[in-house]
């Protein structure tokens, strides 16, 4: 046996079924989908979550919760970013155009500034938002934090 006479094993390969083509073939008629119904039309889609006519889970399930139409997200800075980058920088004070030439945030969101980290030197810290330990900390390190 070599690469130019090889076969699929005898009965592996057969023919498709070819639905549709008249009474001779055994599957003419209703081509297989039966008498009637939604099924038996062309352009049939079953919808998601259809449940044969049941009320779906998702209309079963109560409703709960309550989302505000205009709640603000805010982008998180911690304060151990903001000691990295006044490092980094040498300045005394970091502005939101700072954070965002350093690529901490994208300039769509307002920027809160967490307390996550340490601060070593008095910095002054310009944002959206201070969470209030991050507040403390800043002014406890001789900084100032000044919202915009």
Known sequence: MNLSNLQPAEGSVQ???RI???PGSGKGGTSTRGHKG???RSGYSRKIGFEGGQMPL???LPKFGFKPLNKTVYKAV?????AALADALAVDTITVADLI???LV????PVKILANGALTKAVTVEANA???????????AGGAAKKI
Do not use: C, H, P
């Open 15 to 17: 023919k498709k079924t």
């Open 78 to 82: 911690n304060l151990s970013d903001i």
């Open 130 to 140: 201070f969470s209030a330990t991050a507040e403390k900390a800043i002014t406890e």
């Open 38 to 40: 939604a099924k038996s």
């Open 101 to 103: 030439k350093a690529g």
């Open 58 to 60: 998702q209309r079963r």
């Open 20 to 22: 549709g083509r008249g």
């Open 106 to 109: 994208n300039g769509k969101q």
